[in-house]
C-alpha cells in the first residue's frame, strides 16, 4: 500500500511539474497591421500596446502583397463571398507583419484585437484595438492568427523559420495608448 502511495505522489508531482512546465512555455502568433491601420497612423501605436501587454516583438517586416500572395494567405477564405474584396483591400497598400511572443500570445493577442467585425468591437469590446481604430469587418487594422497551427503556418508564409533571433523592444512610454 505504501508504495502505491508513494507512486501516486510521484505522479502527481510529474504532472504537476510538467503542467507548469506548459504553463510557463513562450508560444508566437502572427501580428499584422493592415492597410488601414498604415495609412490611419496606427502602427506605433499598435506596437506599443504589443509591448505594453508583455510581448516581444521577435522579428518585423514591412510588405507589399501582390493578388497571388494575398490569394494564397488568406485561402481558407476563398470560397467566401467576401474573398475578392478581401484580396483587393489587402493588395490597396503595405502591411507590417510581426511575430509577437509571450505565454499565451495567441489567445492574449487576439483578446488585445477584438471581434474581427470593427463596429461590434465598438460594442461589445470598446476597448480593444479593432474598435479603436477600425471601421468594419473588412477594415479592421489588424489581423491575428486564430490557432497554434494557423500561427505556425503564417509565421512561416512570412518569415520562414524565425529562431534563432535576436528580440526587437523600444522604448514604450508608461501611459497606456489606449483607455
Not at 489587402?90 to 507590417?96: A, F, I, W, Y
Not at 477584438?114 to 477600425?134: E, F, M, Y
Request: with cysteine; proline share 4%; aromatic share 10%.
Amino acid at each position: 500500500m505504501q508504495k502505491i502511495s508513494v507512486f501516486l505522489l510521484l505522479i502527481a508531482v510529474l504532472f504537476f511539474q510538467s503542467s507548469s512546465y506548459v504553463a510557463l512555455e513562450k508560444e508566437r502568433t502572427l501580428a499584422m497591421i493592415k492597410p488601414d491601420g498604415i495609412y490611419g497612423n496606427f502602427t506605433n501605436k499598435i506596437k506599443q500596446v504589443i509591448l505594453q501587454s508583455g510581448f516581444i516583438i521577435v522579428q518585423e517586416m514591412m510588405v507589399q502583397l501582390d493578388v497571388a500572395n494575398a490569394t494564397l494567405f488568406y485561402s481558407e477564405h476563398s470560397e467566401k463571398s467576401f474573398f475578392p474584396s478581401l484580396v483587393k483591400y489587402m493588395t490597396c497598400g503595405p502591411v507590417l507583419v510581426m511575430v509577437i511572443e509571450k505565454t499565451n500570445a495567441i489567445s492574449d493577442w487576439r483578446a488585445l484585437i477584438g471581434p474581427t467585425d470593427a463596429r461590434k468591437a465598438k460594442v461589445s469590446h470598446p476597448n480593444s484595438i479593432r474598435a479603436l481604430c477600425g471601421s468594419s469587418s473588412e477594415r479592421n487594422c489588424v489581423h491575428g492568427s486564430d490557432s497554434p497551427i494557423s500561427a505556425a503556418r503564417e509565421i512561416s508564409f512570412f518569415f520562414g523559420d524565425v529562431s534563432p533571433v535576436e528580440h526587437w523592444e523600444s522604448a514604450v512610454e508608461e501611459d497606456s495608448i489606449f483607455p
